[in-house]
């Protein structure tokens, strides 16, 4: 296909969406839908009140009416950041989780008990 036929194609195209979305634009139903996702999304924020839980107020027993929701993603609370301070040679060790190398390394010298009490508020 030439670059040129493949440009009028791709017109006629939008042309044909732009008339699809106007007909949407006039449609009665759309715009009652889009009106009580509105009122729906200032209720929800009025009261606190998440997707979830209307579906939950809603339909308590959600397994036996068969309608499903997707999951919301989970989020992970940040880890602390631990400071180690070893009386040996002064040296510190911040870390958010136990596997830095240099933690690794005291554990074996001195023993995960001993470097464990190293650990600084």
């Known amino acids: 296909m030439s670059r040129l036929a ?15 979305l106007e007909s949407l ?12 996702e ?3 999304q200032g209720l929800m924020k009025t009261y606190g009140k998440s997707l979830r839980d209307i579906i939950s107020i809603l339909d ?11 999951a919301a ?3 992970r609370r940040a880890r602390v950041v631990k400071v180690y301070h ?3 040679t002064g040296e510190l060790i911040e870390t958010k989780g136990g ?3 240099g933690l690794k390394a005291w554990k074996e010298q001195y023993g995960a008990a001993t470097v ?6």
């Open 99 to 101: 596997n830095h190398r």
């Open 38 to 40: 509105e009122k729906l």
């Open 25 to 36: 634009k006039n449609d009665a139903g759309l715009k009652k839908e889009i009106e009580f």
């Open 60 to 70: 308590p027993n959600p397994g036996k009416s068969g309608i499903q929701v997707a």
């Open 116 to 121: 464990d009490s190293w650990l600084r508020g």
């Open 86 to 88: 070893n009386p040996h």
């Open 73 to 75: 993603p989970k989020t």
């Open 6 to 20: 493949e440009f009028r194609a791709a017109e006629k195209a939008l042309q044909e969406q732009l008339a699809q």
